[in-house]
């Protein structure tokens, strides 16, 4: 080996240290940002010739990053910052609803916020992309295996239209007691509500009225703004295995005014009410229990339980929040109350994280070294969970790096001796010429 190439190996080995200085700078620098991964430098020696005429050349860096490894993660208590808690990565856009899959990338960044829009951008200005459920709750057919189909979440303008209701149920224990008096007492009066066409909420009166015959009442139903609509005659079972159950249901009779109209079918033990409350009236069917059953009204003794009812309909509604479950479902929190799912967001998993191509951000690309892409609902098929509220740190060591540095600075004080020292026998061997 020639002096020549002494110092060309020390030039080497200056090269690779400074690059490996570089990435250690890069990584202390960003020891405080949010999903950062460290990036280092693996050195790897350099040859000319082949096989046993093979002489060293010096040394090279390889840059790498530390995908895989996982920082650290702290709490925010903002609903839309997100962290990924196992394996997996955010998917993000660079544009909102994004349509060119080479605009999609992958990232552990998850400080997201609505923009003016109400589209969720992190801090540097990607994207978060999703599946969208449908006004059914579903998310139909998705293609878990590319960015096709996947669209921005959006928590801005939201809004429930409302349904009207069909079918409610009540059910309430009437104190055996109060009926069978010579004089009998007040009635028992409760009220349910229900959903018109429009999403707005309205009110049925439901009057229990004890007779003077045992266990006999008379049910009198109400709307609160359209007056009275119908009563029926309720018997009770007083023994056997169906004590306390209706026995029977006589004497409808509809005193609604027309269009609205009540009818009660005795069988089933259900009320059909015609509402007058729109151009077109409102029909609910009211099921307070078939005969023999204890799924709805019962007499037995006691106190009056009240009602409790399940009605079907939506309330119109604004979105007033979101929140973000552990598998990845945005939920909108309404201002009617009402919770309705909004996005999946799913987790995004390769083969080999450490093969992805860094992105500006703290994004990733899909490389050939990465594998190929598989989409996951977060906490199944490996996949991490989502932590709303939080955010992940840097994975960063600031002691290792620090510690990496002054090993990489004496490797290039060393290696600038073999420069300098090269170029004294240089110098010693010009000199014989003199």
Known sequence: MSITQAMQIGISGLAANSGRVGNISDNIANANTDGYRRSFSQLVTTTTGSGVSATGAGVRASDRSDVSTAGGLRSTGVATDLAVSGDGFFVVSRNPNETNAANFML?????????????????????LAGHAYGEDGTLGAVDMSSFAGMT??????????????TEMSAATNLPAQAAGLATPGAPFVSSAEYYNALGGTERLTLSWEPTATDNTWVLNVSDQAEGPLGSVTVAFNDSGPDAGTPAAYTGATSVAAAPGGFAFDPATGIATLTIDNAD???????????????????????????????????????????????????????????????????????????GLSEADGNAFLLSRSSGPLNLARAGEAGAGTVTSGALEGSNVEVAQELTDLIVAQRAYSSNAKIVTTSDQMLEETLSLKR
């Open 280 to 354: 077109t009236p409102q029909v609910i069917e009211l099921a307070i229990g078939a005969p023999g059953t204890t799924d709805g009204v019962t007499q037995f003794a006691g106190d009056f339980t009240g009602l409790s009812s399940t009605v079907d309909g939506e309330a119109a509604g604004n979105l007033v929040r979101s929140e973000v479950a552990q598998n990845g479902d945005v939920y909108g929190i309404f201002d009617s109350g009402q919770r309705k799912l909004l996005y999946s967001v799913p987790m995004a998993t390769v083969t080999n994280p450490d």
């Open 152 to 165: 921005t979440v959006n928590v801005g303008d939201v809004t429930i239209e409302g349904r009207a209701s």
């Open 107 to 127: 990232t552990r960044a998850g400080s997201f916020r609505p923009d003016e829009n109400g589209n969720l951008v992190n801090s540097a200005g990607y994207y």
